[in-house]
């Protein structure tokens, strides 16, 4: 019996193995089209879907992702919870030609690198992040300057984006959850 069994691994490992793209933006791809297909069910599997992070990076920083004019190199890293974002952002592209006259503004112009800390999931077909922190170039950013250049520069293009933000998930995800080094989420 224990041949058997060892005979059935050595069989179908190499099967299972091959039949999951190598390539962690195809497995993101691949994902991302079985939630769209279970959320349009009427009665979606309730099967957990996991995303590691090197899924998530490779994805974001792919063609198949238009990030917002300015913003490039995206990274993130997930622990219970917690989700950290590093990018190096051109301000000037994000800002698009619009200035303002307030000098605590002045550290948004020209190219940095930023660290932004926040606190996601999703719960209730809802998802929720609340930004800790932002670090410009190892600085960091108070919050009332974030809230104000959030107010000026991006909620203009994106409305529902801010220090708090709660939006709609999309195919039926009912929760989303960080973990160590993935993402975890359900759909009902």
Request: negative net charge; hydrophobic residues 40%.
């Amino acid at each position: 019996m224990k041949w058997f069994c060892l005979l059935l691994i050595v069989i179908l490992l190499p099967w299972e193995i091959s039949a999951l793209p190598s390539n962690p933006t195809e497995r993101t791809q691949k994902k991302i089209q079985h939630l769209e297909s279970n959320g349009a069910l009427a009665h979606p599997d309730e099967t957990p879907t996991q995303f590691t992070e090197a899924e998530i990076n490779a994805y974001v920083n792919s063609d198949l992702v238009h990030l917002p004019n300015g913003v490039q190199s995206v990274h993130f890293t997930g622990e219970a919870g917690t989700l950290t974002a590093t990018a190096r952002v051109d301000f000037d592209k994000i800002k698009a030609g619009r200035r303002s006259s307030n000098p605590l503004l002045l550290v948004f112009s020209g190219i940095h690198d930023i660290l932004v800390i926040a606190h996601a999931h999703g719960v209730g077909h809802q998802g929720f992040v609340h930004v800790d922190s932002l670090q410009v170039d190892e600085v960091e950013v108070p919050d009332f300057v974030l809230r104000l250049f959030m107010e000026k520069y991006l909620q203009p293009n994106y409305p529902g984006i801010g220090i708090d933000s709660r939006f709609a998930l999309p195919d039926r995800i009912d929760t989303a959850r960080i973990g160590d080094h993935e993402l975890t989420v359900t759909q009902k």
